[in-house]
């Protein structure tokens, strides 16, 4: 694989790589994927992007991740967010898949609204095979908004056409969080083997006593033995148990301190170093949080 990566900085460089024509708008774009060929030889290219990338496909069509693989299915609409990369694993010819995928650079939201949510819709962050998958009333609603982009597009820009745009990106962008939660009802069993994988891995983790070497856990740590990013595995903890990654790993921490402040001689800076604190002051702070009371307030109680 070549070490290259192609990055494209704006919608016409975008276009320019795939021999398109001028985009109608300097910020976003919307592409037919029935136009985009992949020959062999691109196969194993790395792409970036400095644009957001929302992207729908009727058909199987590989990509490469980070480490994971994913080929799309019917009715699944992938996110990325600026800087990351994905490789090309399949060739494919013009007209052979049908969708859509729509670019659009961070400053055609910058001084808008959306410019202080979009940090907030998570999925921009989540790997690609945690993508969402969509039923076709749902596809439907999502494709009408990018039509009603296009056809903004279409039109001679004006002093609205930036709200117009950005608006029904936002419209977009709720109706994709309420369509997450959705995925996330329906797969709640698998997401329960996930919640029991958190606690297995916090267990595990103290009884190796990686917090000697390691420290406190981290959610990257349980994300990766669970196999989903950080940020889906928050939002699904969230949206199963009411308390996020970090919830967790604070409350397995708090419940252990409280057995040895009551089990143990151990003075509060044994405690804290054992549970992987540099700092004792850093567990005191996040047990009074917890439970109203300093750890030697618990202790004498």
């Not at 109608?24 to 691109?42: F, K, N, Q, S, Y």
């Not at 609205?160 to 109706?175: P, R």
């Not at 329960?192 to 006593?209: G, R, T």
């Not at 170093?273 to 047990?287: D, E, K, Q």
Request: charged content about 25%; hydrophobic content about 35%.
């Amino acid at each position: 694989m070549s070490s290259e990566i192609i990055r494209h900085k704006t919608a016409t460089e975008l276009h320019s790589h795939f021999g398109f024509e001028e985009p109608r708008h300097p910020l976003i774009t919307i592409v037919d994927t029935a136009r985009i060929a992949i020959p062999e030889e691109g196969i194993g290219t790395r792409v970036t992007s400095d644009m957001y990338h929302i992207g729908l496909k009727d058909k199987s069509c590989g990509l490469d991740y980070g480490r994971n693989h994913y080929d799309f299915n019917e009715g699944t609409l992938v996110f990325m967010a600026p800087d990351q990369v994905f490789t090309f694993t399949k060739s494919q010819e013009l007209g052979e898949v049908q969708g859509w995928l729509l670019y659009f650079h961070p400053d055609l939201i910058r001084g808008m609204p959306l410019a202080d949510k979009i940090d907030d819709f998570n999925f921009f962050s989540y790997d690609v095979h945690e993508a969402l998958h969509l039923s076709k009333q749902e596809e439907d609603t999502i494709t009408q908004c990018v039509e009603m982009i296009s056809q903004e597009l279409d039109q001679r820009i004006d002093n609205h056409s930036q709200t117009v745009i950005v608006s029904t990106i936002e419209l977009m962008l709720n109706h994709c969080s309420r369509f997450y939660e959705r995925q996330f009802i329906t797969r709640s069993p698998q997401n329960k083997d996930v919640v029991s994988k958190v606690e297995a891995c916090l267990k595990e983790y103290f009884a190796a006593d990686l917090v000697s070497d390691l420290g406190v856990p981290t959610i990257q740590y349980l994300a990766e033995k669970c196999n989903v990013s950080t940020y889906y595995l928050s939002d699904l903890l969230k949206k199963e148990t009411g308390r996020t990654a970090k919830d967790h790993i604070n409350d397995y921490i708090i419940d252990k301190a409280k057995t040895r402040l009551l089990g143990t001689d151990d003075s509060i800076n044994q405690i804290a170093y054992t549970l992987g604190f540099n700092y004792p002051h850093y567990f005191s702070r996040l047990f009074k949080a917890k439970t109203g009371l300093t750890p030697q307030e618990y202790r004498n109680n």
